[in-house]
Nanobody, 112 residues
Framework: QVQLVESGGGWVQPGGSLRLSCAASGFTFSAYPMSWYRQAPGKERELVAGINSSGRSTNYADSVKGRFTISRDNALNTMYLQMNSLKPEDTAVYYC?????WGQGTQVTVSS
């Protein structure tokens, strides 16, 4: 079955950086687009970034454009989210999504 395991979350001060990873198994990773979503307390889950199967096409929420970069390594069955210039409003649980399945999420907290 599909398994998606996120890692790399944590606490960081405003302006800092984090790199999230999503390790995938149970499906042909290179054949599917993938996405990062996030959910802040009291808010709906929202799309942060998406990437197509080859990695050549990406899209971003306006709120993260220019600060976040989504990428993937199809040889390692892993997707990444490089997050720079983090803001307190980026605080949320970040989820990996692919093939109609969700990971368990990883907490990102941005505060001073």
């Amino acid at each position: 079955q599909v398994q998606l395991v996120e890692s790399g979350g944590g606490w960081v001060q405003p302006g800092g950086s984090l790199r999230l990873s999503c390790a995938a198994s149970g499906f042909t990773f290179s054949a599917y687009p993938m996405s990062w979503y996030r959910q802040a307390p009291g808010k709906e889950r929202e799309l942060v970034a998406g990437i197509n199967s080859s990695g050549r096409s990406t899209n971003y929420a306006d709120s993260v454009k220019g600060r976040f970069t989504i990428s993937r390594d199809n040889a390692l069955n892993t997707m990444y989210l490089q997050m720079n210039s983090l803001k307190p409003e980026d605080t949320a649980v970040y989820y990996c999504y692919a093939r109609f399945s969700w990971g368990q999420g990883t907490q990102v907290t941005v505060s001073s």
